[in-house]
C-alpha cells in the first residue's frame, strides 16, 4: 500500500510536514526517518502484548497509523457535525416553539375581541330598543301635550271670549245703572219740586 501511494504520487516538501531525508548512497527514501524517543525504563514484568496486539490489528486490518488519525479526525468531526446539528435543531425546535406560541396566543386574543365584538353588537342592538323605546314614548308624551296644550289654548281662548262678554256686560250694566241713576235722580228732583 505504501508502494502504491509512492508510485503514484511524488510527495513534495510543502505536502508533507516532514522531508525526505538522504541516505548513505545520496538517494533520497520516501519514509520519513524515525526518531526514537527512550522513556522511562519499563519494569522487569512488563509485557508488550497490548503493542504487539495493536499491531497485529492494524496489520490484519491494512490500516497504518496515518489511516487511524485520519479515521479519528473523521470520527471527531462528526461526532462534533452531530453536536451543532442537534445544538442548531434545539434552537430551531425553540423558535418552532416560540412562533407556535405567539401563534396560539395571537389566535386567542382573536377569539377573545371577536367574542367581545359580538356582544358589544348585543348590547348595542338592545340599547338601540331601549332608545327607540324612549324616544317612542317621549313622542306619545310630546304628542300628549301638544294636544294639551292645544286644549288649553282652546279653553283659554274661550275663557277669553267669555271674560270679554263678562267686561261688555259689566260696561252695559254700568250705563244701565248710570241711566238708572239719572232716572232716579231726575224723579227725586220732580218729586222734590212738587213738594214745595
Known amino acids: 500500500m505504501r508502494d502504491s501511494i509512492s508510485s503514484t504520487s511524488q510527495p513534495t516538501d510543502s505536502e508533507l510536514p516532514f522531508s525526505s531525508q538522504p541516505t548513505a548512497n545520496g538517494v533520497t527514501s520516501g519514509e520519513p526517518e524515525v526518531v526514537v524517543i527512550k ?3 519499563r519494569p522487569e514484568n512488563y509485557s508488550s502484548a497490548t503493542s504487539t496486539e495493536h499491531k497485529e490489528q492494524s496489520t ?5 497509523p496515518a489511516a487511524l488519525n485520519v479515521r ?4 471527531r468531526q462528526r461526532k462534533e457535525q452531530r453536536a451543532v446539528s442537534s445544538i442548531l435543531s434545539g434552537v430551531g425546535l425553540a423558535l418552532l416553539l416560540i412562533i407556535a406560541g405567539f401563534a396560539s396566543l395571537s389566535a386567542f386574543g382573536g377569539y377573545v375581541l371577536w367574542k367581545q365584538i359580538q356582544n358589544q353588537s ?30 288649553a289654548g282652546a279653553q ?38 212738587r213738594r214745595r
Open 72 to 75: 479519528r479526525s473523521i470520527d
Open 39 to 41: 522513556g522511562p525504563p
Open 60 to 64: 490484519m486490518n491494512g490500516t497504518t
Open 122 to 151: 348585543v348590547t348595542l342592538g338592545v340599547m338601540e330598543q331601549r332608545i327607540n323605546k324612549e324616544l317612542a314614548l317621549l313622542q306619545a308624551r310630546d304628542a300628549e301635550l301638544a294636544s294639551g296644550l292645544d286644549s
Open 156 to 193: 283659554l281662548a274661550k275663557q277669553l271670549s267669555t271674560v270679554e262678554q263678562i267686561k261688555s256686560q259689566v260696561n252695559r250694566n254700568d250705563k244701565d245703572i248710570s241711566t238708572l241713576r239719572q232716572r232716579l235722580s231726575m224723579l227725586e228732583g220732580d218729586s222734590g219740586d
